[in-house]
């Protein structure tokens, strides 16, 4: 491919602007300063390096993320009244180009304005697609401090199935545990609209604080901070795609 290409599709600039990045001599591939747009140069595998005017970066055919989302922060590209996540990006990432009218990454669904946690990011249609289906049934575990005590009763509750107010049809937790007296560890497949919040609410609690920890096999545990993203593995990236929800966990304590 050559780079005024590879620099566009990466999300630098338009092919014009690339040009000219690299024509000034603010381009380096491997650490070798080029010069000649229609260079062309290997990227498959996703191995190749360069740097745009001293800014580090890897060529990705496709952009893969993990956000952990802080709170304060909205997962819209046009915010109404708290920053955007988008803004936590660099701009190559914002800027990518997209088939239809929107550019860069997007968010594979949506967490509120005070919900915490694990957050993926692609410029894969086919991608959001697949997680984003409910038929898919890829677990999302969220980590729930409630107003009032958490008790057997609510837990068997959850697992049922509770009914919400737009929706006859009950909404079970594919798993549930009491983690302390007013935590809860929640596991669902679906993703309705504050679908934690009112399912809390269904059962005669409140939710206090909500952080999803875990998207499939793929978790925060690694030690990513708030306000902090990084590229997914090829093979996180595939243990998503085959991701399906397990069996039913009860509990009321540990």
């Known amino acids: 491919m050559h780079l005024e ?3 566009y599709t990466q999300g630098f600039g338009t092919r014009r602007v690339c ?4 024509q000034q001599g603010f381009v380096t591939v491997e650490g070798r300063p080029q010069t000649d747009p229609g260079a062309d140069f290997d990227t498959t595998g996703d191995t190749l390096r360069f740097t745009v005017q001293g800014t580090a970066w890897e060529y990705h055919e496709k952009a893969y993320l993990m956000l952990h989302k ?11 009244t708290y920053p955007s996540i988008y803004t936590l990006l660099p701009s190559p990432l914002r800027l990518r180009p997209n088939k239809g009218a929107v550019q860069g990454v997007q968010a594979i669904g949506r967490l509120d304005q005070d919900t915490t946690g694990l957050l993926l990011l692609t410029d894969d249609g086919q991608f959001i697609h697949r997680m984003g289906s409910p038929k898919h ?7 729930v401090t409630t107003k009032h005590p958490v008790d057997a009763g609510q837990v068997e509750r959850l697992l049922a199935g509770v009914v919400l107010d737009d929706d006859p049809k009950p909404v079970r937790a594919a798993a549930c545990e009491a ?28 939710v206090e604080a909500l952080h999803r920890s875990r998207i499939g096999g793929l978790s925060l545990s690694d030690g990513l901070a708030p306000g902090q993203w990084r590229w997914l593995a090829t093979d996180e990236v595939e243990a998503l795609r085959n991701a399906r929800s397990g069996q039913p966990k009860v509990g009321v304590g540990r």
């Open 5 to 7: 290409e590879i620099l």
């Open 19 to 22: 040009a000219g990045l690299i």
């Open 70 to 80: 802080p709170a304060g922060t909205e997962c819209s590209q046009k915010p109404s």
């Open 137 to 143: 049934h890829v677990p999302k575990v969220y980590e």
């Open 179 to 206: 983690t302390g007296e007013l935590q809860l560890s929640l596991t669902l497949t679906e993703g309705k609209y504050h679908q934690v919040k009112r399912m809390l609410a269904a059962v005669g609690n409140r």
